[in-house]
């Protein structure tokens, strides 16, 4: 890489690591940097998921006051996750690359769509809040049962696969089914978001190609940006934000299905 398309690389990785701290989608930010400076699209993603790891440690530590109380939850929730996220991650080295590049299109479109969603999402955690707080305090004691757990692994096995919006999944998921404020589900989202890469990090180390240059940049951007979110991302307003991720996330779209 020259040094501009390292500079745009560790960007991106700021960009992400602020990005997925705040609510998630940062892959569609470096993924498609990392297709543009020419990492074919499994390399990008392996790399990708490998460098993003830091920054969803830092996001996570920067959520420490919301998690106080939660290990329960992190258990349960983690196990599921940490499992889904290995199944993803295996599914991406034993398929075809021909098949990641297949499907890489239809997973980007539904990220965005589910992006553009995303404040009809809150509306409806909102409303959901408001009414188990007018149905009494039994009603908020719940973990989501089974049906929550098993959409967590689930949404851990996308994630080891691809991984864009994959905590706009989560935090849509636990704000339907759970009572807790929106900073609390952030909280945990951002450990659940740590696993799943984390655990497709050590599976890719083992099992595939990694650009350790990109790797690296995506790295320390994403920490940097991880560390910083809450205070960088709240400056820019939602729309513009849902804005960004959309238009690069056509970028992407674009260049996969026609250059």
């Avoid at 149905?135 to 989501?144: R, S």
Wanted: aromatic letters at 6%.
């Amino acid at each position: 890489m020259t040094v501009w398309e390292m500079t745009a690389v560790l960007l991106a990785g700021v960009a992400a690591g602020g990005i997925n701290t705040i609510v998630g989608s940062g892959t569609l930010i470096t993924f498609p940097v990392l297709l543009a400076v020419g990492l074919p699209p499994v390399t990008a993603n392996v790399s990708n998921a490998l460098g993003l790891v830091p920054g969803s440690l830092a996001g996570a530590i920067g959520y420490r006051a919301e998690l106080a109380g939660q290990r329960h939850r992190l258990v349960r929730y983690g196990t599921a996750s940490l499992l889904g996220g290995l199944t993803g991650a295996a599914l991406l080295i034993t398929l075809p690359g021909s098949a990641f590049e297949a499907v890489v299109p239809v997973l980007i479109l539904t990220a965005l769509v589910l992006v553009v969603l995303q404040p009809r999402v809150a509306r409806a955690m909102a409303a959901r809040r408001a009414a188990a707080t007018a149905a009494g305090t039994a009603a908020l004691a719940t973990d989501g049962g089974w049906l929550l757990l098993a959409c967590i692994g689930l949404t851990g096995v996308y994630g080891g696969y691809f991984g864009a919006a994959q905590g706009v999944l989560l935090i849509a998921l636990m704000g339907m089914l759970l009572p807790d404020d929106l900073q609390t589900i952030n909280g945990i989202k951002n450990v659940l978001a740590m696993i799943v890469n984390g655990v497709a990090a050590v599976f890719f180390l083992f099992a595939s190609t990694i650009d350790w240059t990109a790797a690296l940049l995506v790295a320390v951007g994403a920490t940097l940006g991880g560390a910083l979110g809450a205070r960088l991302g709240r400056r820019l307003p939602p729309v513009a934000l849902r804005a960004l991720i959309v238009a690069v996330g056509l970028v992407a779209v674009t260049k996969l299905l026609f250059l």
